[in-house]
């Protein structure tokens, strides 16, 4: 019998402040809706309550899984405590709740408090840089300790999920302990077919949501600081969101002109283009729990150039193999100027960066995340350390390379 027949017919509920088609919708988002879909084709019922917006309705079933939106940006947690605790999610005819998935996207939902059922809670990544940047003051602090506090009180007992070994590591600092923090990296989806070839002029991609932690002003820094050396230099920035106005103003005081493009939400084709042209990926991120987009680009032997302290990037990027990890803005600037310069290196990095990419695959993290499932729902805690079940089952296998050059 197959080890996970047990999940069929279970009912999985996921609580997330956001889903995909939510404009401020992203990588995270397609995880917890890859790990959903995963547990559908093993036979599940999933419900995913999230944040209503105008892009889709109230309630709909794609692909098999069922969206109930409720609530706003703030509002969405008491409204998943009470549709959690008054059974609407039972609704549907998916009947009673068998396990809820908490998304603590910085702050949780409380679901402990409202029911007996297994819980898994499922981190990204620990936003202790982000709170001061996004909640100045008051609420920030608020918001802080609740998440270094409360929440690993709250869930002491429960099952987590971490994306990367950094997250694992932060939420051990939290106080997270014991056998139940299991490792289930991103995947990457395949690549989608367009015109083959990398740009003929000096091309940087910047791709994701537009908000201040992403701090996009210093890959516009970097491209305006390299100008003189490469005056058709351009750097495509890819995506939307509640910040994008200022980095718009902030590129026009600087008079960057057609050196810096905003693209806007694209299209999956475009998106990929992008990725396709672009000579590297610049991602310059306060934090990452992974970095979805390294593994995109990844895929079109698109060399990723982001900072080493954003947490994940450590483990979704090969440093001198598949990119260049670096600690300060200057860095930032150094290596991207390295690359635009040295073609050689810039094309040893981007076959790093595809040999990469395929190392990580939806199906292994489907199939590691419905193994923690089970276990929760067995009350048996799951560790990516334990040694019945190491490294190679809850993440992907590495393959074997040859050294790569370093530099410095």
Not at 358 to 370: G, I
Request: charged fraction near 25%; aromatic fraction near 6%; hydrophobic fraction near 40%.
């Amino acid at each position: 019998m197959d080890s996970l027949e047990p999940l069929r017919g279970k009912h999985v509920a996921f609580l997330s402040w956001r889903d995909t088609r939510n404009p401020e919708g992203g990588g995270a988002e397609r995880y917890l809706e890859k790990m959903a879909a995963g547990l559908v084709a093993r036979g599940c019922r999933v419900t995913i309550f999230c944040a209503a917006h105008a892009a889709a309705p109230p309630e709909e079933v794609v692909d098999g899984i069922r969206f109930v939106r409720r609530g706003s940006k703030l509002s969405v947690y008491p409204a998943g405590m009470r549709a959690l605790a008054s059974g609407e999610l039972a609704g549907a005819g998916q009947g009673e709740v068998d396990l809820v998935v908490d998304v603590q996207n910085g702050l949780p939902f409380f679901s402990r408090l409202v029911t007996r059922k297994p819980i898994v809670v499922l981190v990204h990544h620990v936003h202790r840089e982000q709170w001061p940047v996004v909640y100045s003051g008051l609420t920030g602090r608020v918001g802080w300790w609740i998440e270094r506090r409360l929440a690993p009180w709250l869930y002491r007992r429960n099952q987590y999920v971490a994306v990367s070994r950094a997250t694992r590591s932060e939420l051990r600092d939290l106080g997270v302990r014991g056998p139940r923090v299991a490792v289930v990296h991103n995947g990457t989806d395949p690549v989608v077919p367009v015109d083959p070839g990398k740009a003929p002029t000096p091309t940087i991609a910047v791709v994701g949501r537009l908000v201040p932690h992403k701090q996009v002003e210093h890959a516009i820094d970097a491209a305006l600081a390299l100008r003189a050396e490469h005056p058709d230099l351009r750097l495509h920035v890819v995506g939307g969101g509640w910040w994008e106005a200022e980095l718009q103003e902030y590129a026009r005081a600087r008079g960057a002109g057609d050196t810096v493009v905003f693209e806007g939400h694209v299209d999956e084709e475009r998106k990929h283009e992008v990725y396709e042209r672009a000579w590297l990926l610049a991602l310059p991120s306060l934090k990452e729990g992974w970095g979805l987009v390294i593994g995109e680009a990844g895929m079109h032997a698109t060399p990723t150039v982001a900072y080493r302290s954003a947490g994940g990037t450590q483990e979704s990027v090969a440093d001198h193999r598949s990119g260049l990890l670096v600690d300060t803005p200057e860095e930032l600037t150094a290596a991207i100027g390295l690359l635009l310069r040295d073609r050689e290196e810039r094309e040893r990095l981007g076959k790093g960066a595809r040999e990469m990419s395929h190392a990580y695959t939806w199906q292994h993290a489907q199939h590691s995340f419905a193994l923690v499932v089970l276990a929760a729902l067995e009350g048996t805690p799951v560790d990516s350390q334990d040694p019945e079940d190491p490294d190679e089952v809850l993440a992907p296998r590495r393959r074997r390379r040859g050294p790569g050059r370093r530099r410095g």
